[in-house]
């Protein structure tokens, strides 16, 4: 055992816990509750610590009880012994100290003690001790047998009596070992104590402690208050919900149907990722990409050879590690993509060490083999040291050259998926309730919660009622991978689903209750739990302008962050990217994600944790955005994770460079919209406060998500262009490059100014 718990030490010590905590505290080391752990080393030194005094007490506390018991059993033999025996138990309730009265008899009554033996031992020398004068002296009175009888057996009670009393008192001494949930009412911690409330109530208020029968105590608090009754209390294990509701039984054998593989492909950004998942399914996702880079999951079927394989895509950059982790956690298969001109890069490695953990089966696709510079050598070379070693050169690892431009080597890429999905035998019931996972939820205006799961086992049907996390819903309707309306989809099939209550959290498992009554209570439950986990994890405001003297003066040990994206799988991106920043001065913790516009109870949230908040592709409403700025809580919107992640990093070293702000211009509603040749769609808006100016800069808001930032290509009022246009007037809005303006957008005008730190 390399760690054990304080109480534990004390136990073994005989000590109490408080006495042990001074101790270590003594010699520098923490305790802070008896429940904390040390290290077995740091038990080594305190037991030193006690070794003197403890081997001087220990035939003090030991052999008593033993001598005890044993003149039990010789007072029934013996006459001699048991009057020596009977000294030394009284001799002993002095040592102990239990009768410290008896410390002055001691020396007289060990004198008695060898007298008496010298007595018994002697008895038939008599003649001759007394010849020599020392039997003479030391003789009693003979006793009569009757009354020395009833001595012997008043003495043998009385010494049973002291033995059972010593025992329970060395019982009583051992402290009882409870366990209690991680918080408790006083009420409830009265029963686990075997002690009326009221009474509790009592005790605690003479410690000074003002708490009612129904006050709520956390662990610690409620350990200590048990440690005064001798009690230790230990944490219950919390249980997930979800696993004890839906606890999943073995399949039978014979239920078991073949199902497709759910294949995940991962690899270093630009490798290739996205174009060898379109040339597989001969579409073009590529191209609607921002920026280039894959920042939502998606998941399609495709059928080779009339074998269906269900692929995950997966983004690539660092910061969507998160999303990655989970593709290969629901996955049989991954694709791992090297780009034969760049090799094997750091998110090659992620990803091998993902897969691996996840227990999934490796494919090498060696992609842009088209290149000149290709080189597959050096990127099977530098895979052995990651041991993955090619089959063609004596390794288990299958390695297939490809090109996603040329198509070159895709058909054995395929080919080969099915090989291995074939060899694993891949198998699940799809005569039951389905359970799954979540690859990616949002919220659509129109549709509400939009989620995309993984059917991992199981069938799941329109109606069922389904749970993920705290969302609950009956399933209004799904869509397929290719868009089509199903009624069910089996193991391994991906779809859309419609219901939720609301955004579960991609990486969520699914579940299928019995009725819709059990969905809810679960994640009402669920729910709860949640809430209570925010109130605990709250307290004390920061901005990043000031982190770094925060930090220095090192009132700054954790820097809160409140994040929401437009989409939950950014939510995660950004939480991990973010996280990891911590470092040995400050932990940054996320204290909340979620999907959607910054609402009022978001800066409520961060206010109230000192924390600050994080958009990304998403705008405060507007109401939120006056309470924050009557709160003071730091807003800092974003397009770009990088952005976000060089701001803390920045702002954590005292580095952030003097910055431009936006200053919002005002805000207009879009009311019509009319197309004119060569101009594009003029949006007919109204300009609802503020103003909106030539040359400005815009947003385009739809339901809280940015759909469009850039800038006003011009500002019109009827057919002309203008200056200005103040709020309660119409003008005509045309964005440059940007056409797909909707009735019912709100439209933020604004312009940049430098401020000053
Ligand atoms: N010549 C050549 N170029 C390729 C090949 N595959 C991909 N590319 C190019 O490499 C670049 C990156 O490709 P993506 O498919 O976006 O890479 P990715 O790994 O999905 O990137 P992220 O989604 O940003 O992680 C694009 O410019 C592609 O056109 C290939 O086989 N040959």
Redesign the pocket.
């Known amino acids: 055992m390399s760690k054990m718990r304080i109480y534990e030490l004390a136990k073994q010590l005989g000590v109490a816990n408080k006495e042990l905590m001074e101790k270590m505290k003594s010699v520098g080391m923490e305790a802070n509750s008896h429940m904390s752990m040390i290290e077995e080393s740091d038990a080594d030194k305190i037991r030193k610590l006690y070794q003197p005094a403890q081997k001087a007490e220990e035939p003090k506390k030991e052999a008593p009880k033993q001598e005890v018991k044993e003149q039990h059993k010789g007072n029934q033999q013996k006459d001699a012994p048991k009057q020596d025996n009977r000294n030394k138990g009284e001799n002993k309730k002095a040592q102990d100290g239990k009768n410290p009265q008896n410390n002055n008899n001691q020396n007289k009554n060990n004198n008695q003690n060898k007298n008496q033996n010298n007595n018994a031992q002697n008895n038939q020398n008599q003649g001759k001790k007394d010849k020599k004068g020392k039997g003479k002296k030391d003789q009693k009175p003979r006793e009569n047998p009757l009354e020395r009888r009833r001595r012997e057996m008043e003495e043998e009670a009385a010494l049973l009596a002291e033995l059972e009393a010593l025992e329970a008192a060395e019982k009583a001494a051992e402290p009882v070992i409870k366990s209690i949930p991680a918080s408790i009412s006083v009420k409830e911690l009265a029963e686990v104590l075997g002690k009326k409330g009221s009474d509790l109530v009592m005790a605690l208020m003479k410690k000074g402690q003002m708490l009612n029968i129904n006050a709520t105590l956390d662990f610690d608090t409620a350990a200590a208050i048990a440690e005064d009754y001798n009690v230790i209390l230990e944490q219950e294990e919390e249980k997930d919900i979800l696993e004890t509701v839906f606890a999943e039984e073995e399949d039978d054998e014979k239920d078991l149907k073949e199902r497709p593989p759910v294949v995940v492909v991962m690899?270093?950004?630009?490798?290739?990722?996205?174009?060898?998942l379109?040339a597989i399914r001969h579409s073009n996702v590529?191209k609607g990409?921002a920026g280039?880079?894959?920042q939502h999951i998606g998941a399609y079927t495709v059928q080779i050879d009339g074998k269906p394989i269900t692929f995950l895509d997966t983004?690539?950059?660092e910061a969507f590690t998160a999303m990655r982790m989970r593709g290969a956690q629901i996955t049989d298969i991954a694709i791992l993509?090297v780009?034969a001109d760049d090799g094997v890069m750091p998110q090659t490695v992620e990803a091998i060490n993902h897969a691996k953990a996840a227990g999934v089966e490796i494919i090498v696709a060696i992609?842009?083999?088209?290149?000149p510079s290709a080189n597959p050598d050096r990127v099977k070379q530098e895979l052995v040291e990651y041991g993955l070693v090619a089959e063609d050169w004596g390794g288990q690892t299958i390695c297939v050259p490809?090109?996603?431009?040329?198509k070159e080597g895709l058909d054995s890429l395929l080919e080969m998926i099915i090989l291995v999905a074939e060899m694993k035998e891949l198998k699940a019931n799809p005569n039951k309730h389905a359970r799954g996972a979540i690859v990616e939820a949002q919220l659509d205006k129109g549709r509400g919660p939009v989620a995309t799961v993984l059917v991992q086992n199981g069938t799941l049907q329109v109606g069922d009622p389904i749970v993920a996390g705290a969302a609950y819903g009956k399933i209004r309707a799904m869509t397929d991978d290719k868009g089509r309306r199903v009624k069910k989809a089996g193991p391994s099939t991906p779809v859309e689903i419609l219901g939720l209550s609301e955004v579960p959290s991609a990486g969520d498992s699914f579940y299928v209750a019995e009725n819709d009554k059990q969905a809810r209570q679960v994640a009402e439950s669920i729910i709860a739990k949640n809430r209570e986990n925010m109130i605990k994890e709250t307290p004390q405001k920061v901005s990043l302008d000031d982190l770094f003297s925060q930090i220095q003066s090192g009132n700054m040990k954790e820097l809160n962050i409140v994040v929401k994206a437009d989409v939950q799988g950014s939510v995660e991106a950004v939480r991990q990217s973010l996280e990891r920043l911590s470092n040995e001065e400050v932990r940054v913790r996320i204290i909340h994600g979620g999907v959607g516009a910054i609402t009022e109870s978001d800066v409520m949230l961060a206010s109230a944790s000192n924390a600050i908040i994080i958009g990304f592709n998403v705008r405060p409403e507007p109401a939120a955005k006056a309470f924050a700025d009557e709160e003071k809580v730091d807003v800092r919107l974003y397009r770009v994770i990088y952005n976000a992640i060089e701001d803390i990093t920045a702002a954590m070293k005292g580095l952030l460079d003097p910055v431009f702000e936006e200053q919002v211009l005002g805000h207009a509603e879009v009311r019509q919209l009319f197309k004119a040749s060569g101009v594009g769609t003029i949006a007919g808006s109204y300009v609802k406060d503020g103003k909106f100016v030539r040359n400005c800069q815009v947003r385009i808001i739809r339901d809280g998500i940015v759909v469009y930032e850039g800038d006003l290509e011009s500002l019109k009022r009827f057919k002309d262009d203008v200056k200005e246009v103040a709020a309660g007037y119409e003008c005509g809005l045309v964005f440059k490059k940007f056409n797909d303006v909707k009735e019912g957008d709100w439209i933020e005008a604004y312009t940049m100014v430098e401020v000053p730190r």
């Open positions: 690899g270093h950004v630009d490798h290739g990722k996205t174009s060898l379109d590529t990409e280039g880079i894959t983004p690539g950059h993509v780009a992609n842009k083999m088209d290149k490809v090109s996603a431009v040329t």
